[in-house]
């Protein structure tokens, strides 16, 4: 079968688990052809997206100007490519699709479609970094262009409103779709979708990465090490980690925080936080690391903290399991599908940072706990993160949705 992933970055020889990699991974392993069309962003070298064209893991990237209209560079992309199967559409906020979902149609090509978190749509919710706070509004997405022209006519906002149309319009185009977690199945099922075929297939990681060899640390960190990875922003919670240091460094005052994030600029506001609770001495601020130093660091650390306010779906928790380290994670969607609490991590109310060192400490002074759960975690990623089991019941749906389309046309 022929596969075309259309993705953001997705395909990076810089991250080693991003989906749209991981994905054609599988697929490439199990025998099919995969091409990726994703973002070509050279003024950010750190994301590895400024070749146009080149191969990883046998998917071949085409890398085109992340556009609306005109698109040139995905339409010559579209067309320089062999008729794929089926087209995998990947992300709530790609501007590809909207070109590229009625190309594919035009030829009878299906689309099948992975949101990758509803509430990463700033169209749907009020407040991406705390959605849970606020109701979602699908009365808000915009699927036609008379509507998008009425409302510019109402508020004078044709720009937003026609990126609004642009961004839901192929969604009411799509064959089947994909949803990482139930959370978004249910949230599909809302915006009106639950008529369409749906089947819930969750992420995975490159795990012959995740098992082979690492670097030793470049750093050398007294322990314990407890390494923050991901954005610094509300919704990421490292807010709550800087709050929970001080409990945790009063019982272990040589514990390091590690810092892990492609955001530099939000070093200095990280290290006044930190001196204003006493414990900067604890804090250490790595930035931006190869996937490789990413690993090491966490074989070496006694806890991985992953709060979140929001999550389209906590790669990073199956990173922490794979790699041996106990997580701590928010008992919200998503999440809760990952992490069964005592089991395989602990799981701390929203917006707790107290609760977040409780759990931290207890697993830095509980040894069984500490078993049990990272025992658990192995056996989550082997059981229910399989990447060849999972990327079989995504060919399921392709095979789905192929013989549905094919069937249409033939009896038309």
Same mark, same amino acid.
């Given at each position: ?27 490439? *392993? ?35 100007? +992340? ?68 109701? +979602? ?32 319009? +192929?969604? *009411? ?12 199945a249910e949230v599909l099922a809302t915006l009106g979708f639950g008529e369409r075929p749906s089947s819930v ?51 272990? +005052? ?109 697993l830095l002074e509980d040894p069984a706990l500490r078993a049990r759960v990272v025992a658990g975690g192995t ?34």
């Amino acid at each position: 079968m022929r596969v075309l992933i259309l993705g953001l970055g997705g395909v990076s020889r810089n991250f080693r688990n991003w989906p749209e990699r991981t994905l054609g991974q599988a697929l490439v *392993r199990a025998g099919h052809e995969v091409h990726a069309i994703t973002y070509w962003q050279p003024e950010s070298p750190h994301l590895g997206l400024a070749a146009r064209e080149e191969t990883i893991d046998g998917i071949r990237v085409h890398r085109v100007r +992340p556009q609306f209209w005109p698109a040139r560079d995905l339409l010559a992309a579209l067309r320089g490519l062999p008729r794929p199967d089926v087209a995998h559409i990947m992300h709530p906020r790609n501007v590809l699709a909207w070109q590229a979902v009625r190309w594919l149609k035009r030829r009878g090509v299906p689309v099948v479609w992975t949101w990758l978190g509803p509430f990463h749509d700033r169209w749907l919710i009020a407040d991406r970094e705390r959605p849970y706070e606020h109701q +979602p509004h699908p009365e808000w997405l915009i699927y036609r262009p008379g509507e998008a022209l009425r409302r510019s006519l109402r508020d004078g906002r044709l720009r937003e409103n026609f990126r609004n149309y642009a961004i839901h319009q +192929p969604l *009411r185009h799509v064959d089947a779709f994909i949803p990482c977690s139930r959370h978004e199945a249910e949230v599909l099922a809302t915006l009106g979708f639950g008529e369409r075929p749906s089947s819930v297939v969750p992420l995975w990681l490159d795990m012959e990465f995740m098992r082979g060899p690492a670097p030793a640390l470049a750093l050398p960190l007294t322990r314990p090490i407890i390494p923050y990875i991901g954005q610094l922003t509300v919704r990421k919670c490292y807010d709550m980690v800087i709050e929970a240091m001080p409990a945790v460094v009063a019982r272990f +005052p040589q514990a390091s925080f590690v810092f892990v994030t492609h955001n530099p600029e939000g070093r200095a506001n990280l290290q006044r936080m930190a001196a204003e609770r006493g414990v900067a001495a604890n804090l250490h601020f790595l930035g931006t690391i190869s996937e490789e130093e990413k690993l090491a660091l966490l074989r070496a650390s006694d806890v991985l903290p992953f709060p979140s306010r929001y999550e389209g779906f906590g790669l990073p928790l199956l990173e922490g399991m794979a790699a041996g380290t106990p997580v701590v994670s928010t008992d919200i969607p998503v999440v809760d599908e990952i992490v069964r609490d005592g089991e395989n991590g602990l799981l701390v109310p929203y917006d707790d940072a107290g609760a977040l060192a409780r759990a931290m400490l207890a697993l830095l002074e509980d040894p069984a706990l500490r078993a049990r759960v990272v025992a658990g975690g192995t056996k989550t990623i082997a059981e229910r993160f399989d990447p060849d089991q999972l990327a079989a019941q995504v060919v399921t749906v392709y095979n789905s949705v192929r013989a549905a389309v094919s069937g249409k046309y033939h009896t038309s």
